[in-house]
């Protein structure tokens, strides 16, 4: 299958170092301390952030002078096609960790002592690049609640098809068989907090497709802030009013 045709368009039209549209908003649950709705074209994630509270189990906890953060992914019964997924399996396990260790990089977590931050996550859409958009929306939840971060977490993720990498897959093309590596930054700190890659690749192809999905975490990165300066615009006009 061509999943990038001579003129260099792929499937859904986009070219190889283009995003899909993403669509952000916050404050979308009213119970939660922050939450937000995160899209990266026709995947969708909604998170929510509860905390800093009292810690549940006291055994959970590491470290008594930094907060403890936890961590639950799920993917909804309707998000994709396969109806036999359970809410629990080894996937949702490992993504859990995977985005409870990347927030963790980026939360002031020795701010926060004896406290419990906990992280909610569901897959509404699914459409290639969970991991990122998960990550991206947790971020902004944080943010939503006031937790203090070092910088904004955000991720994104691009692979190599038909010898072209590509940024910002969707699921035809992370099906296709091809590497696909996700990539986790800090930008302002210009630091690598995740580093994922299904497929071997040869060093120098392997430093074009990271290039290129470090590109596309500062894209995500700004939008992120254009979100955040939004909301607080929105807030300032209505204590004012």
Not at 8 to 15: A, E, F, S, Y
Not at 151 to 173: F, I, K, R
Not at 175 to 200: E, F, N, Y
Request: overall charge negative; charged content about 25%; some cysteine.
């Amino acid at each position: 299958m061509e999943y990038v045709n001579p003129e260099g368009l792929r499937l859904d039209g986009r070219r190889f170092n283009e995003m899909r549209q993403i669509v952000a908003e916050v404050g979308v649950v009213s119970k939660a301390d922050g939450s937000a709705v995160f899209e990266m074209g026709n995947t969708k994630v909604i998170a929510a952030v509860y905390g800093p509270r009292e810690i549940q189990n006291k055994s959970l906890q590491k470290k008594d002078d930094h907060a403890l953060v936890l961590c639950e992914y799920s993917m909804a019964q309707f998000s994709t096609g396969d109806r036999r997924r359970q809410k629990f399996d080894r996937r949702s396990t490992e993504l859990s960790l995977v985005i409870r260790q990347t927030m963790e990089a980026c939360i002031l977590t020795e701010l926060l002592p004896h406290s419990q931050i906990d992280i909610f996550l569901q897959v509404l859409q699914a459409d290639g690049g969970t991991r990122s958009a998960c990550i991206n929306a947790a971020t902004l939840a944080l943010a939503d609640a006031g937790i203090p971060m070092r910088d904004l977490a955000v991720s994104c993720s691009a692979g190599y098809l038909n010898s072209t990498p590509l940024l910002d897959l969707n699921y035809v093309e992370d099906s296709a068989g091809g590497a696909d590596v996700t990539v986790g930054i800090l930008p302002k700190l210009d630091k690598v907090t995740l580093l994922q890659m299904d497929a071997k690749l040869p060093m120098e192809t392997f430093k074009t497709v990271f290039a290129l999905a470090s590109e596309g975490c500062k894209a995500i990165a700004e939008r992120i802030r254009e979100v955040l300066q939004e909301n607080t615009k929105q807030l300032e006009y209505r204590r004012a009013a």
